[in-house]
């Protein structure tokens, strides 16, 4: 199984949003994975190009029209990309035709 979704992967579902084309390909994706804090759950951090867009749950909300591709980065993969703003459960890294 592989950590990166294409476009045509993604509209082969037939889902009409990103989350339910995810949970419907990969859905370890949309779980944090690694530590959690005394304070909560860690969550999985949504980066669309390579902006910062907050939660799995945020991409209930977007449709899958403007998707390139999709890379599933673990804990420490995110971090060493993104630095700590990407928390310790991994992120979803979007790319989209801007």
Do not use: K
């Not at 530590?35 to 860690?42: E, P, Y």
């Not at 998707?67 to 993969?77: F, N, P, R, W």
Request: net charge negative; aromatic share 8%.
């Amino acid at each position: 199984m592989g950590n990166v979704l294409t476009y045509d992967d993604l509209v082969a579902t037939n889902e009409t949003n990103l989350y339910m084309a995810i949970q419907s390909l990969r859905p370890r994706w949309l779980r944090a994975r690694g530590q959690t804090s005394a304070v909560g759950a860690t969550v999985v951090t949504v980066f669309v190009d390579g902006s910062p867009r907050g939660e799995a749950s945020d991409l209930m909300g977007m449709p899958l029209t403007d998707i390139v591709d999709i890379t599933y980065l673990s804990a420490s993969e995110a971090t060493f990309r993104f630095g700590t703003i990407a928390g310790s459960g991994g992120s979803i890294e979007i790319n989209t035709r801007h």
